[in-house]
């Protein structure tokens, strides 16, 4: 089968009305920065070729027909627009080396700012948000620059060690996953829990965590029933239909 008759197939279709409708809700949240960063899903069965966002439309004005299909290597195969090179190196490597179908990068507010600490990520012992994320964040702790090679996109992707979400130094966050309605999920609640612990340090007032043992409980009660993730997705298909044109 051709990438013409994969991109026009009714599987990826469906794929690619998703990623379009989690790039507009990104900007519908305050996510995205620019026309910069990207989000990205494997082809059904495929580990070599993935849909991506174009290179120069804002996320609010994305529809399905504006997603490009890509391969590993950054040929595009489908679509009537470019991709920005650091998403080629980024996404192509993420996608090849760490073997998750969904990879979603952003320089989201909050979460950016705690890649600038010290610690270089979020706590996951703080807020109940937060606890969702515990002994799945991976902190790849050396800024290195633009990622316009594919080195560096593997050593991005090396340092997410088998963990799928990922706070890069000085940069901004991955977050990846199975399938693009879950992916944003997490996305989203990592942006919220990253909030509430910029806005408790602000205060200057000590922080109480909760025990590490709690935390990874409520992960595995979140992680075991993800009802609320696909809601809150067809949530956002409802609120924010795709542009005309």
């Given amino acids: 089968m051709s990438a013409d008759s994969d991109y026009a197939s009714p599987a990826v279709r469906k794929l690619r009305e998703d990623l379009a409708l989690a790039l507009r809700a990104a900007a519908h949240h305050g996510l995205s920065e620019g026309v910069c960063n990207h989000f990205s899903v494997l082809l059904p069965g495929a580990q070599d070729r993935y849909l991506i966002n174009p290179r120069g439309l804002h996320w609010s004005e994305i529809g399905p027909d504006d997603v490009v299909l890509i391969d590993v290597h950054g040929e595009v195969l489908a679509g009537r627009h470019r991709v920005e090179p650091t998403a080629l190196f980024i996404h192509g490597a993420v996608h090849r080396l760490t073997g998750h179908a969904v990879v979603l990068h952003c320089h989201m507010p909050y979460a950016t700012a705690l890649t600038l600490t010290a610690e270089r990520a979020l706590d996951p012992t703080l807020s109940q948000n937060a606890m969702r994320y515990m ?103 409802r609120m924010l239909p795709p542009p005309c044109g």
């Fill in 135 to 237: 002994n799945r964040i991976a902190v790849d702790a050396v800024y290195n620059g633009l990622a316009l090679d594919d080195a560096e996109g593997e050593r991005i992707a090396r340092a997410m060690a088998g963990k799928d979400i990922a706070f890069l130094a000085n940069h901004g966050v991955i977050v990846a996953g199975a399938c693009i309605a879950h992916a944003y999920d997490d996305l989203y609640y990592l942006e919220r829990a990253s909030l509430h612990q910029v806005i408790a340090q602000s205060t200057g007032r000590p922080l109480v965590p909760v025990d590490a043992r709690l935390a990874a409980h409520v992960a595995a009660q979140i992680q075991g029933e993800r009802e609320q993730s696909d809601l809150f997705f067809e949530a956002l298909r």
